[in-house]
Each structure stands twice: as C-alpha cells, then as structure tokens.
Antibody, heavy 118, light 112 residues
Framework: EVQLQQSGAELGKPGTSVKLSCKVS????????MHWVNQRPGKGLEWIGR????????IYAEKFKSKATLTADTSSNTAYMQLSQLKSDDTAIYFC???????????WGQGVMVTVSS | DIVLTQAPLSVSVTPGESASISCRSS???????????LYWYLQRPGKSPQLLIY???NLASGVPDRFSSSGSETDFTLKISKVETEDVGVYYC?????????FGSGTKLEIK
C-alpha cells in the first residue's frame, strides 16, 4: 500500500524559512514525480511545483520560483519542500502528492498546516 | 496557463438524486498521444483530495461506479448518480497537459 506521511504543523515567523518533508512508503520515488500543492484557508488547490527524484530536476509555478525549493532524498524515499522568506500570505495547508502513469496526483499526503505569524 | 472554469460554484442534492458538475478548459486537453488530460478530484471536509477520475473518463481504483465523466477536448462533465451523504465535499477538475498544472476553482456538493 502506498502511503505519503508528511511532517507536523509548522509555525514560522515572517522572514524565516520552514522545511517540510513527505516520506513515501510502498513505492520507490525514483520511479515517479513528487508534486506539492497548497490550499490557503477556505480556498482552492494551487500547484507549486514538482521534482523528479531520480535526477533532481524541478519545475515550479511562476509565483513559487523564489518561494519554494524542492529536493528529494532517494535513500530515505523522502521529498522535501523549503519555503523561504515567509509572509502571512504563505499561511496554508501544504500537500505532497505522488504521480503515477494514470494521474499527476494519484496519492496524497495528509497535508501540513503552515502558519506564519510574529 | 490553462484556465479551468467549473460550474456551478455549489450544488445541493437530495440523496438518491443525480448531480452534474461542469469543467471548461481554455485550451484543448487532448494530448499528442491521444490522451485527454483531464482529472477529477474530491476533497471531503478536513481531508486530503483524492483522485476520482483519470484521463477524462476512467474511474480510479476503489471509486464507485456512481461516478462517471465525459466530455470533448475542452468541455467536461462529472456526473454523480444516486448521490450519497459520503459524496459531500469539494470537487476539483485538473489537467496534466503542460506545466504549470492547474485546477478549477472547485464545486461544493452539499446534501439537502
């Protein structure tokens, strides 16, 4: 069974960074892409970017190019996203999602709440 | 960027009746490989989204056949037959034709 386990809730101060993790079990992330999606309070889904863990290649949505940095550790089967220069507008739930041949977001993590507050 | 426009914003359905949700794309979602790159997701309250439909009309694993989807290259419809209380949540369409990936704004399904 494929499972994506995300790290716990984060509280960050404006101007600082946080690093979120997404550990995959039941599937080798070298064989897929890992995506990140956010959801601001009461809003819809927004794609942030994706990483190919096999070679580290990344693609970002334009608005997240300076905000998010995606990495992956194939030895631990874990994907990471660092959010930098936090602002109140970054307060959201962040999901990791794993692609398959069928769909870009076939499996989802449980989501992690990031709250930016001084 | 591809814009996906969903309608209606919300729908209220009596259990046992049907519901339809529309998703319109600003660009054809038919890929060069002949695959229509349209996906449907359901986000139940307080939960992560889950995949319902892939490549426009294929049911994801474990999804009841009360759900169905059809469409053309730019216009798509998700139909839920015999709605049950567990179908409550927000439905999103999305694509994988090109980057950036985008989603529709969501349609909230409520039970009367």
């Amino acid at each position: 069974e494929v499972q994506l386990q995300q790290s716990g809730a984060e509280l960050g101060k404006p101007g600082t960074s946080v690093k979120l993790s997404c550990k995959v079990s039941g599937y080798n992330i070298r064989s897929t892409y890992m995506h990140w999606v956010n959801q601001r309070p009461g809003k819809g889904l927004e794609w942030i970017g994706r990483i190919d863990p096999a070679n580290g290649n990344t693609i970002y949505a334009e608005k997240f190019k300076s905000k998010a940095t995606l990495t992956a550790d194939t030895s631990s089967n874990t994907a990471y996203m660092q959010l930098s220069q936090l602002k109140s507008d970054d307060t959201a739930i962040y999901f990791c999602a794993m692609a398959t041949m069928m769909a870009p977001f076939d499996y989802w993590g449980q989501g992690v709440m990031v709250t930016v507050s001084s | 960027d591809i814009v996906l426009t969903q309608a209606p914003l919300s729908v209220s359905v009596t259990p046992g009746e049907s519901a339809s949700i529309s998703c319109r794309s600003s660009k054809s979602l038919l890929s060069s490989k002949g695959i229509t790159s349209l996906y449907w997701y359901l986000q139940r309250p307080g939960k992560s989204p889950q995949l319902l439909i892939y490549q426009m009309s294929n049911l994801a694993s474990g999804v009841p056949d009360r759900f169905s989807s059809s469409g053309s290259e730019t216009d798509f419809t998700l139909k839920i037959s015999k709605v049950e209380t567990e179908d409550v949540g927000v439905y999103y369409c999305g694509h994988r034709l090109e980057y950036p990936l985008t989603f529709g704004s969501g349609t909230k399904l409520e039970i009367k």
